[in-house]
């Protein structure tokens, strides 16, 4: 069993940056790629960000490629998420989520086997 919690959400306004960080419980974190996802109010959970085992890969959604940045430190089992040039549109519930053994682009929530209870992200206009 793997816990993972998030932290550093909040509000923020239109053109900000935040820096969401997921701390995982494993010490066999090195075995799991992670990923990002995000659930606005009345939309399905979507796909943000992964990065692989190591640290080498990382994959975005097109619509946060280029503004956000994802990173893993597995001296201290965590994994973050940079967010810059915040728009709106990513106001939502973020989750860390963790993949073991899969490799390679993997987007559907099925490819994870453990989340994070999610932190809010909002950006005003």
């Known amino acids: 069993q793997m816990q993972l919690v998030e932290s550093g959400g909040g509000l923020v306004q239109a053109g900000g940056s935040l820096r969401l960080s997921c701390a995982a419980s494993?010490?066999?974190?090195?075995?799991?790629?992670m990923g990002w996802f995000r659930q606005a109010p009345g939309k399905e959970r979507e796909f943000v960000a992964r990065?692989?085992?190591?640290?080498?890969?990382?994959y975005y959604s097109d619509p946060v490629k280029g503004r956000f940045s994802i990173s893993r430190d597995n001296a201290k089992n965590t994994v973050a998420l940079q967010m810059n040039s915040l728009k709106p549109e990513d106001t939502a519930v973020y989750y860390c989520?963790?993949?073991?053994?899969?490799?390679?682009?993997?987007?559907?929530?099925?490819?994870?086997?453990?989340w994070g209870q999610g932190t809010q992200v909002t950006v005003s206009s």
């Open positions: 989520a963790a993949d073991y053994i899969g490799s390679g682009l993997r987007t559907r929530e099925s490819n994870y086997d453990y």
């Open positions: 494993r010490r066999t974190f090195t075995t799991y790629s």
């Open positions: 990065i692989n085992r190591g640290g080498s890969t990382t």
